[in-house]
């Protein structure tokens, strides 16, 4: 079937929100092409888990889009429109399962060479979107928070290569009680500006005390979900006929009831949560794999303006003569997780650039329990460095003011 | 245009190296191609051709520029830099334009045209392969063409399903973790890890048969005994060093002609620990040195082999919001599709930079024109700089 032929009937399926937003756009997803409405509809049907950031730019593209004449239509999806879509595929169900066209379509758009025309499409689309719905500055300041090397002693390694060109380097940081000045001061911002998923805490390893206030996601407190998970995984791959896509389509259909999540918790977070080992490669068996990849997901979807990320030590890769040897598979490597943390402070930092209002933003990446840091912020200058001794609370000051 | 490197240290030839690579990688929509088309083939003055051999090393799994060429990279890969490097024709440029998955795109690397087929299934290329093109029209034996592989998905990459052309001419595929497996008898319980298929769908491997074919290999192809080679096994680290080994004794009992490796270690990035996959890069630099060094050392292979290594494509920039930098190679972005080849031995240019454009299906030809067999059905173009 085609976009035209759509009825209201055909959201059935998805949860109450997203079907009442489907049905009351039907006019307008009826006039876009095959080859994008379902990605379109994916966001919808997702809907009622989705962070209020996520709720309104899916709200703001239907607002858009219902208000352009037929003429702008052709013009926006001209591209779209040439690229072609396997019968099999127009004949699937896809406004009842959008994702797994999407999925399929995917695949398609590879083997047939389109997929380099798709992604020009679709980078032009969000360009015109963006233009269309100017981007509303965050309500203060973002600042970023990155600790890593927690249990290193001390390292050869240098640190913070590539964020250093983009701010201050300090090496004289007094680390005194460091983890818990951090944890207040990104309790003081939730408590001053209190925000709906906007101040987030997620820890590699067991979680320090910390504000309620703050939204805390971390590794050991989800271990029974992964468990969980990997059990269910388990069991469907013993099953005939399952192959890796199949998987990953059972996957993204999972629910957090299905993995026994508890029902009284905040479902938006508990999907949330779900995604991160569904979607996620390596967050299932590496805890510094898990904070870099939950603080991604965190970072684009809710749009947070406080990310403090503590990366945890992650269990160690054994090499193929120790397997034979029996060591312990489950003894840490602290070195090798200094060195993920410190690029995943890097990539932290990339995702929060890619938010609105990144020209005001900050940054502060700490080697946990020693003297060196890296603070960015428009009020420091770029590829400099500080000898003289600092204290975290100093560091914070100077990357807000 | 092409670069010839003075009789400078190899210092300078890494920065020379680097700074190419860097400088195409900024401008990416398109570089002046290459004009070095040399008055006279270097193959001319090689060896004879019945005995000329070729390997091809891939890595299954690409290592990007900031990780490799790059200036904050060359400590990752001393020995490419500074031992392969100023003895090789290195071609900055290598462009996939196929499906960025390793099965899929090694097979198009060994048919010269962009496969479709499904990346995580242990079924054939749907062209001619290189080792069908080379024992066909040299009408070689079985015992001349091998492909040494990681995972058992490339259990069919030695042979088409292009009923032309097949069966019977391809190459035979020794897959070592499955040789592993069959040489523990089945005792595998703490080797999942190391017996992981690949890294893209870890979970799944697809299942081989044929426990007896390996340990025939193993006794009658390797000139192994079990004990040995499980002792062996043993004292290495790391899958794709398991390759080496396997490699190196076919070498030394087969001394086939044309020899394809192909590994993965770097492909651990899937993972997302980029300390691991660091450490994949450093283990397949030191991988690569150590088979140069035995091309260099047997008597089969030292003066008459042509070395060609490359990565199969690369791995997403960290600029890409659609993919998560270094981890995979999803995003279809330059990065993730553009990377290098290195030509060293017999009949090479040594120390030339080119920096124009090439395929990877442009490879297949390459090796046709340089062993002497015509891949009709090939989509790429043998390199001018090879002629």
């Given amino acids: 079937m085609l976009p035209r032929d759509l009825t209201a ?63 702008q239509i052709a013009e926006w999806f001209q591209a779209f429109s040439q690229l072609s879509v396997s019968p099999k595929l127009e004949q699937s169900d896809w406004p009842g399962h959008p994702g797994k066209f999407v999925e399929q379509q995917s695949e398609y758009l590879w083997s047939t060479h389109q997929l380099d025309a798709f992604r020009r499409a679709a980078t032009e689309y969000g360009d015109r979107i963006h233009a269309a719905i100017p981007p509303e500055p965050p309500p203060i300041n973002r600042l970023g928070i990155a600790i890593i090397g927690q249990g290193v002693a001390s390292t050869g390694e240098p640190l913070f290569r590539n964020l250093r060109k983009h701010g201050t ?46 939204i805390c996601v971390s590794w050991h407190g989800l271990e029974a979900l992964r468990a969980a998970l990997l059990r269910n995984m388990q069991a469907q791959i013993a099953r005939p006929g399952m192959g890796p896509e199949e998987l990953r389509t059972y996957l993204a ?83 090798g997780s200094l060195i993920d943390g410190d690029m995943g402070a890097y990539y932290n930092w990339i995702n929060q650039q890619r938010l609105p209002g990144s020209e005001r933003s900050c940054f502060l990446v700490w080697f946990e329990g020693h003297n060196q840091a890296v603070a960015v912020s428009p009020s420091l200058a770029p590829g400099t460095q500080s000898t003289s001794a600092a204290t975290l609370t100093d560091l914070l000051t100077w990357v807000t003011a | 245009m092409s670069d010839r490197f003075p009789a400078c240290s190899p210092r300078d030839i890494a920065r ?58 060359q400590q ?27 099965y899929v795109a090694t097979a198009s690397l060994t048919t010269g045209v962009y496969e479709t087929l499904n990346n995580f299934s242990a079924v054939p290329p749907e062209h001619p392969t290189v080792f069908e093109y080379f024992r066909k029209d040299l009408n070689r034996p079985i015992s001349d063409a091998w492909v040494v592989a990681p995972s058992n998905g490339f259990n069919r990459i030695g042979e088409s399903g292009y009923r032309s052309y097949g069966p019977g001419w391809g190459a035979r595929v020794i897959l070592p973790k499955h040789l592993l497996t069959a040489a523990m008898s089945g005792a595998t319980t703490d080797y999942e890890h190391l017996l992981r298929d690949n890294y893209e769908t870890p979970l799944y491997a697809p299942q081989l048969g044929g426990t007896e074919f390996e340990l025939e ?10 004990e040995d080679f499980k002792a062996h096994a043993k004292t ?102 553009t990377t290098w080849m290195m030509a060293l031995g017999a009949g090479v240019r040594e120390g030339v930079v080119y920096d124009r454009p090439m395929q990877s299906t442009d490879l297949v030809p390459t090796l046709g024109c340089i062993m002497g067999f015509t891949p009709t059905l090939a989509q790429g173009k043998p390199l001018t700089e090879f002629l």
């Fill in chain 1, 9 to 71: 009937d055909q959201f059935a399926g998805y949860p109450p929100e997203a079907r009442k937003l489907a049905v009351a756009n039907l006019d307008t997803l009826r006039r876009l092409p095959l080859s994008f409405l379902p990605s379109l509809l994916r966001e919808i049907a997702g809907f009622d888990y989705k962070f209020p950031a996520e709720r309104r730019a899916v709200t703001g593209e239907l607002s858009v889009l219902s208000g352009l004449t037929p003429a």
């Fill in chain 2, 217 to 226: 290999q193993l006794e009658m192809v390797l000139k192994l005994s079990v």
């Fill in chain 1, 169 to 214: 380097y300090f090496a004289q940081v007094k680390p005194d009680n460091g983890v818990r000045v951090l944890l207040e001061a990104v309790a003081a911002r939730a408590a001053a500006h209190p925000l709906p998923y906007g101040h987030w805490y997620i820890d590699g390893g067991q979680p320090a005390e910390h504000s309620p206030a703050l």
């Fill in chain 1, 253 to 335: 259909q999972l629910t957090p009831a299905d993995l026994g999540m508890d029902r009284s918790a905040d479902p938006v977070l508990s999907y949330f949560q779900l995604k991160v080992f569904t979607e996620g490669s390596g967050t299932q068996i590496f805890s510094t794999t898990f904070a870099q990849w939950t603080a991604r997901e965190a970072l684009r979807r809710a749009q947070p303006v406080t990310m403090l990320v503590r990366f945890g030590v992650r269990q160690r890769q054994r090499p193929m003569n120790e397997l034979f040897s029996k060591v312990d598979a489950s003894a840490p490597d602290p070195a």
């Fill in chain 2, 236 to 337: 290495l680290s790391s899958p794709d060093e398991l390759s080496l080994y396997i490699a190196r004794q076919l070498m030394r009992q087969q001394a086939p002609s044309l020899l394809w490796i192909t590994m993965h270690d770097i492909d651990v990035a899937h993972a997302g620990t980029y300390s691991l996959y660091i450490e994949g890069i450093r283990r397949t630099d030191r991988l690569c040195a150590e088979l140069w060094k035995i091309i260099e050392t047997e008597p089969e292979y030292a003066g008459n082999t042509t070395l060609f290594i490359l990565p199969d494509f690369g791995r997403d920039s960290d600029e890409d919001a659609g993919g998560n930098g270094f981890q995979h190679h999803r995003t279809g972005d330059p990065a993730s599709r």
């Fill in chain 2, 76 to 102: 990752n890969i001393p020995h490419l830099l500074q031992e392969l490097a100023p003895r090789s024709s290195f071609f900055t440029q290598v462009v996939n334009r196929g499906i960025l998955g390793h």
């Fill in chain 2, 16 to 73: 020379a190296l680097a700074c190419t690579r860097r400088d195409f990688l900024r401008s990416a929509a398109g570089l002046v191609a290459g004009s070095a088309v040399m008055s006279a083939s270097p193959f001319v003055f090689g060896a004879t051709a019945r005995k000329r051999k070729v390997i091809v090393v891939t890595f299954g799994g690409g290592a990007r520029d900031q990780e490799t060429f790059a200036p904050d990279g």
